[in-house]
């Protein structure tokens, strides 16, 4: 199966083409993700993963067109960004996201089809994210309390991940990622 790492940055996957223009790690591939078309076939990816990516992008429409593109179909597609909620943390991000995002990739929403079709089938909120940098950040007690704390507003708010979004997300400061699972369908 044939992987790729969209954005890797400094977070390198193991068995994945890891592309990425701005890192001190060097990636598999060095591509300036805001120019298109990317350095890859039609259809040649089975498994496509971007991790806090596309939210420093100017176009991440554009972005999932192109992941559409060299994406077989049926392959299998995780975006892991910010969720709305907890406001842009990072001074170069350009969007948030929320549960809306997969409309835009449904040939019947009236509101802006993007063009290309996508299946949802899986969105996940989660309060704790990016463990990997927090151990790095926070002392070990305030890591281990918001791990347990994240892990038991994670249950609750991904029974209805539509309603925590719209609703009481922010009862609890917001959600700092939300995951979408695709499915290519051309």
């Not at 298109?36 to 990816?45: C, T």
């Not at 929320?98 to 290309?116: E, L, R, S």
């Amino acid at each position: 199966m044939k992987k790729l790492n969209l954005g890797s940055g400094e977070f390198i996957k193991q068995g994945f083409v890891n592309v990425d223009f701005y890192s001190v790690t060097k990636p598999d591939v060095e591509h300036d993700l805001t120019s298109f078309p990317y350095p890859f076939a039609d259809n040649e990816f089975e498994h496509i993963e971007s991790d806090h990516c596309l939210e420093h992008l100017p176009n991440p429409f554009g972005v999932m067109k192109e992941i559409h593109r060299i994406g077989k179909n049926n392959a299998t597609v995780i975006i892991r960004v910010p969720h709305f909620s907890r406001g842009f943390s990072h001074a170069e991000h350009k969007a948030g996201f929320d549960v809306t995002f997969p409309y835009y990739f449904q040939k019947n929403f009236k509101g802006g089809y993007q063009g290309v079709e996508f299946q949802c089938t899986k969105v996940r909120l989660t309060w704790f994210a990016q463990h990997y940098l927090k151990k790095s950040v926070l002392s070990p007690s305030a890591y281990y309390i918001a791990s347990a704390l994240g892990w038991w507003f994670n249950i609750w708010a991904n029974l209805s991940p539509a309603l925590c979004s719209r609703l009481w997300c922010f009862w609890v400061g917001g959600f700092e990622q939300i995951e979408f699972h695709f499915v290519i369908k051309k």
